[in-house]
């Protein structure tokens, strides 16, 4: 009987061991076995450019300045560049990446773009007057990879200072 | 290259290993001659009705310290073979009748019979009637477990493990939605009080965050079990809470003398819900067989202030098991899936206007050998193996992937069951190892990694006069592995990490006289940091947060202490329990009050050790009142603080009860119960005030035999006021209220 547990015994560390060697791999992870891209956007903060005039700046969590337009006119072209972790500014690689948006009232201001004008530049549309924001994403694929604090629009029937 | 073949042949070569394993043992089984056995012993009995005398078909035996059970046919008989010989406690499961204990001596080569009576059961709580075995000794009540079984369990059958069990005393539990709760007790949860599924580790996240959720389906267990004290460390070294463990038995370790199983349908109104579930067992020759599976379906579910959006569930999940019974022991495997989708409602700060979608899916293979031996100092030798692999993914509502997970979970158990010596019983020596490979996906900036855990622990009971002990001591290993390391300005530096740790705890119970229980337990627990809390950063959409870990964390340990008084006489009973949880390094996720730089639509959540202790009160009692009226009623309050900081544990539940009336008519229990609880307002940061409440309910629940099939009803209609409340450990109480009033109706039958 001793004998026999023991064969037993056995033939179970033999099939927990199989077992193990199997599973302790990284393709069993079910994750592994879908996940194709893992280059993110690591964007924390942005710049908006009207030429080379910083217009709008997010970084560290603080806005500073606003987008400032009049009601039935069009503004100048703006350029976004990012800002990574180091500082450093940048716009997003490949085509996985694209710019996205939410205005906040649509009714104020509307958004003017096609990537084909360039990707990492738009416009904004003054429709009437008034105050909403501007939120700035970079979309990955099919999640957003960064979404920055709103920016305010400001669009008034007179603007001081020349375009 | 031999490891990268077997990885490509991970499934068949677990097919193959387990008919290699199995094919051995049948021809062993099947052509063995009985001379040379290990000389077992054959338990045989017949249940009764206390009153009529009549026989009770359908009554779950189980014989505890061999872990084995059996359900009597219809007409009361069972019998059990291949135990070893001893002293063993045999409890019984009915509904309508009381749980009945009895200690019986079994003897090597020969067949014990025993006949049980069992009372009726009116009142709600699970009463147990001890029947003093034959040295005399009435001290086998004492386990520190908590049974949620029959009655009880199909009157307050929930989505989730954690609502069905939400109405003990001293447990609530923790939601942001209907599917994704999870039980806390005493204000503790998470990794502090693991769930398990037949005592196994079941490999899903929902330790680690609000929105994940438990993968388990309640509405085919065979019944809840809380283990505290001393017991609860065979489990792990974190239990400073307890462990819930759901018993399946989806390895057969009994010989089926016939076919039996269940069915079970439940329907209710609140969200359009229903689920179907049953088991079978079926002997096959030298095996015994069993399946499960269930369906799951319910929408958005209904307030008096309103739908909840985004609150639907669907899931669908079985398993399948074969196990053998010899003289010489028992063996079996199991492997089974499980497949959800539920739905997350809004973020209340208008970061996910829709809500989130989680979709998982789990698999799970296991297998159990269990050898009888003659030896003087072990009784049985257990092995135990599992392999879980998880994965989950969470959506937008536009269908953007937010994030995913994936974990591969391997278990492996070594356990020395100790023989019996003088004031000695119930010991155990016992080993696990584990491993935890865990990957994130999506925008997720936490990196891979794998854990190891190692541990070797000890558990062993001791009986003298009127006086019981328990105690165990356990030693823990683990070592955090990332597959890359690295600096992060907001993680900190990742890198491999190992924690060491010892956990013990002893109690005590002394009866000073049959109808009187006075019990003590220390514990000292030990909990290593995991993976998401050293290494992670990223949003989390479905816990509207960004979280960042700590990769400096320490581990945490605490320290408990709980003496309580228990008092039954006839069919009365009444229990208080104080108790004092101190945790050195507490760990948990600390909303900062700033939004993430990276995605300024989420609060920032950072992981933070500090000290913390959480005392309190629990007291419960059935009292029979007059002919058939019974009342029932519970408390329980947590008092949570840091302590340096002088402020409140943050997601600590409020004074909460239950008051109950019931009546009981031969097979029918009608009752009201009013479950309260009083408003919070000690909070932590960025915590809201809730309210108290008071919510009432009515429930009726009859049992019917219709030839050789027990059919047992149970009507509920919960919150019948309709009344407007919010639980305070509910993450989204912001975005809307607890469910309104609902209908539940459930049906069972037994084969």
Redesign the interface.
Known sequence: MFKRSCSLVNKFIITLGLILVAGCSQDSNPLKAKETDHDHAEAAGFQILNGSDLVVKYEQGVVTGALTLQANQTSPVYNILFIAEDGDLFTPAGDAHTFAWEIANTTIAAMIYAAADGKWQFKLQGVSTGVTTITFKINHNDHADFVGLPVTINVANTVPGNY | MI?SI??R??IP??GI??I??LI??VT?AAT?VPA???ATATLQGQVSDAESAETIGFVNILVEEANRSITCDENGAFCLSGLSAGEFTVKTFRIGYQSVVKRVILQANNTTRIVLTLPKAPLLSPDIIVEADRAGSTSSIIKPALLISDRKLYQNLGKTIAETIDYEPGISQRTMGPAPARPVLRGLDGDRLPVLEDGQIIGDLSATSADHAVVIEPVTAERIEIIRGPQALVYGSNTLGGVVNVARHSIPNSRAEHRSGSFTLQNETVNRGLVAGGDFIVPLGVFTGRVDASIRRAYDINTPAGALPNTGIATINGSAGIGLVKS??N?GVAAGAFDSAYGIPPDPNGGHPRGVDIVM?RQH?E?R?E?S??NRFIQR?E?R?S?T???HEEL?AN????M?????T?T?AVRLYLQNRGVFKNGLIGMNGQ?R?F?????S?TP?ARELLYAIYYYREAEWRNVQFSGALRYDRKIITPEEEKYS?NTGFIRKRSFDGYAASASIHYLPMRSIIISATVLRTFRAPGVEELFSEGPHLAAYSYDIGNADLQAETGVGMEVSTEYSKDRNKLRITLFRNHIDNYLLPVNTG??S?????LYVYKYLGVTALMQGIEASADIHIYHNFYTSWSLGYVYGDFIYLKKPLPRIPPLEGKLGLHYTLTNFILGCTVNIADEQNRLGEFEKRTAGYAIPSLYLQYYFSTGSLLNTVTITCSNFTNTEYRQHLNRVKEVMPEPGRNFKILYKVFL
Do not use: C
């Open positions: 490891k077997l990885k042949m991970a070569l677990t290993a387990i290699l394993y051995p043992a062993h063995s040379g056995n290990i010489w022991g063996a899916e293979l297998s050998l050898v031996t003659d030798l092995l193996q392999y692999s998880y994965y937008e269908g953007n992937l937010g995913n997970f994936g974990v591969v391997q492996g491993y490979d990957a994130s996906g999506g925008l900036f891979a300005r700033e939004k730089w990276r995605r300024a639509d």
